[in-house]
């Protein structure tokens, strides 16, 4: 049972294109960080909901919006040490095809992702997290199935690890996960800033709650060099060897 991967490879479901930045930029960076491949997906720019920044400029159009974040993630990803793909299937709401699943099935055979990061199932604030989450599980589905493409080779059992919402206590977000991105800190807070000029006043929120899970997991037995971490909760249980 001890045949996982030392550097599991990633693949990140973003419901919108902010949301990997503030929610899971320390993984996405410490997973680059030991040459470990990750591939952001964002289902949408999220155009017409997260971008309230790009709307108060005089004369902004949805057209505007949509380069404007692309460039702006887009920009996030290299600086976290990620790939990207946008598959722009609008926001607010958040509608997935069925064309669009079968692109999300063939990026998880093409990738062999190890990881998976997406939502949490039940954000009543955003209900477009809530189909990024139902998506990625029903896509994970198909993706292991033998009798699906037989041009294409089964992914395994990829964990689905479920980033922090902004309100977890609505949420029923119960994190079982404390993941130490103190050597990493910086980039995220970087990857951040590129995408400030659309949601500028999460940067601090989203940098002083590093700060908190940081003291969260020295308190659960982390090194007290830890300063920074990102909360997360498992989908699926985890397979060991003992009882740690």
Not at 6 to 17: E, G, K, R
Not at 198 to 207: D, K
């Amino acid at each position: 049972m001890s045949d996982h991967p030392v550097n599991p490879s990633v693949l990140v479901i973003s419901a919108h294109a902010a949301d990997f930045v503030w929610r899971a930029g320390g993984a996405i960076a410490l997973s680059a960080s030991k040459g470990a491949p990750v591939h952001v997906l964002c289902l949408s720019f999220g155009e017409r909901g997260e971008s309230q920044g790009l709307w108060k400029q005089d004369g902004m159009t949805l057209g505007r919006v949509k380069a404007t974040r692309r460039e702006q993630a887009s920009a996030a990803a290299e600086v976290l040490g990620a790939s990207i793909e946008f598959l722009d299937l609008g926001d607010y709401p958040l509608r997935v095809d069925e064309a669009a699943q079968d692109r999300i099935v063939s990026v998880m055979r093409e990738r062999q992702p190890d990881v998976l990061l997406t939502h949490v199932p039940s954000d009543p604030y955003n209900r477009d997290h809530n189909l990024a989450h139902e998506t990625t599980l029903l896509t994970r589905m198909v993706a292991q199935a033998h009798g699906h493409d037989r041009s294409t080779r089964p992914i395994g059992a990829a964990q689905v690890l479920q980033f922090e919402p902004h309100q977890p206590e609505v949420c029923g977000f119960v994190p079982d996960l404390l993941l130490d991105i103190t050597p990493v800190f910086d980039r995220k807070v970087k990857a951040m800033q590129c995408m400030s000029g659309a949601q500028g006043h999460l940067v601090q929120y989203y940098t002083d709650l590093g700060v908190r899970r940081g003291v969260q997991a020295v308190r659960n037995g982390a090194p007290k060099t830890v300063t920074h971490a990102e909360a997360y909760q498992r989908t699926f249980p985890t397979v060991g060897e003992d009882l740690r």
